[in-house]
């Protein structure tokens, strides 16, 4: 059954057909790690018909923004929701010299949602108590405790939300990724020194790849543990 969106998001919302491909992978925050990035799709043997679909947040922090959204953009086979820091881009909250106007048009065109049958693939999350057609782009790019404006205190949306859809995000920074149920957190951290993780659809894997040195750090505070997590392989 399709997904009900509020006419905001409804509009910036892409359903696919993971059947048409080979193989699906949903990755997580890239965040300018271009070469990390490469050497994911080398780890995973990434060929024209499989597809790479990114739960946002390509830009900002890394080294190289502009060349994620060079090899993204080119790319038939690569989607990407937008993320909250493609959103600061453009609204002036964060500036990125190196994109030139058409790498900014082309990041304003990304959709907020990208949902198949069963599944949903957003930045944030989803608040758990607020039924999907009345989350705002804000809110699917951004939720991250389980009412709006939370942080990394908790408790999180992903802890008590049931489904359905099972939905697929980034944006919290795990110390691991998440697999469960309904939702499955694939942000590992790969801008501050952790890892660039993606899941594979057919077969409930998970494929990591060890993050390039950024000299960036985050506190353990702003980690999220899944210590309890053991359907990760």
């Known amino acids: 059954m399709p997904l009900s969106f509020a006419p905001d998001v409804a509009d910036q919302h892409r359903r696919i057909d993971p059947t048409e491909w080979d193989d699906v992978y949903v990755v997580g925050d890239v965040h300018g790690c271009r070469e990390t990035l490469d050497q994911l799709v080398g780890a995973v043997g990434l060929s024209a018909d499989d597809l790479f679909v990114f739960v946002g947040d390509l830009v900002r ?25 493609e959103e600061q881009v453009l609204r002036g909250e964060a500036t990125l010299p190196e994109l030139d106007e058409a790498a900014r048009e082309w990041i304003r065109s990304l959709p ?5 049958d069963g599944a949903l693939v957003v930045h944030g999350g989803v608040y758990p108590d607020v039924p999907l057609a009345e989350h705002t782009v804000d809110d699917l790019q951004t939720a991250r ?23 697929f995000f980034g944006h919290t920074v795990l110390e691991e990724p998440l697999v469960r149920a309904w939702s499955v957190g694939l942000d590992t951290g790969c801008v501050y020194g952790g890892s660039l993780t993606a899941y594979r659809l057919g077969d409930d894997s998970i494929h990591r790849v060890p993050a390039q040195q950024t000299g960036l750090e985050r506190p353990d505070s702003k980690v999220a543990s899944t210590a309890h997590e053991k359907n990760v392989r």
């Open 112 to 116: 907020v949602a990208i949902s198949w």
């Open 61 to 85: 922090k890394g080294p190289d923004s502009a060349g994620v959204v060079e090899r993204v953009r080119a790319a038939e086979n690569m989607l990407s929701v937008r993320g909250n820091n």
């Open 145 to 167: 405790a389980t009412v709006p404006g939370g942080g990394y205190d908790g408790p999180f949306w992903y802890d008590s939300y049931e489904g359905p859809p099972r939905v």
